[in-house]
């Protein structure tokens, strides 16, 4: 579908024009986060009518900006996510953190060097995300440990 797709209500059709709506799995996604709870119930706690909430969930309509924000918070989901189906549902970007991950290469490099190592290339890619996945768990590996961790990986 396109961003500018056209949603029938009734005999009225109207313009959804939002770059990156996704008109045709929005019911799905709503459906998703209504998950067991009544139509009426989740309406309510929405804020919106239930003959409304039923329309969105046909995807006979859309919400507006406003009860599109009001679901999201509501079901604490991304309100990207619920929008355009892109991204996460709970709205965490997985983004490499990439100063650390530069200091990750560069101290398993140093090391290998110091130690006059070499590791073939899919050791030394499993053993740099290993270091960094504990680095981004807030573990931290003193010089000894990770000099002693090449040495095993580079044999």
Do not use: H
């Amino acid at each position: 579908m396109s961003a500018a797709e056209t949603v029938k209500s009734d005999s009225t059709s109207y313009q959804c024009g939002y770059p990156g709506w996704d008109g045709a799995g929005f019911p799905q996604r709503l459906a998703e986060i209504k998950g067991g709870m009544s139509t009426l119930g989740f309406a309510q706690k929405c804020g919106i009518s239930e003959s409304i909430f039923r329309k969105y969930l046909a995807g006979t309509s859309v919400p507006g900006a406003d009860k599109l924000v009001e679901i999201a918070q509501t079901a604490q989901v991304s309100l990207s996510w619920l929008a355009t189906g892109e991204g996460r549902r709970d709205g965490v970007e997985d983004r490499l953190d990439l100063a650390m991950l530069r200091s990750v290469i560069a101290g398993v490099e140093a090391d290998l060097e110091e130690i006059g190592g070499s590791m073939a290339p899919e050791k030394k890619a499993e053993l740099i995300a290993l270091l960094y996945e504990m680095a981004c768990n807030g573990e931290s590996i003193s010089e000894k440990p990770m000099l002693r961790l090449v040495r095993l990986a580079s044999r």
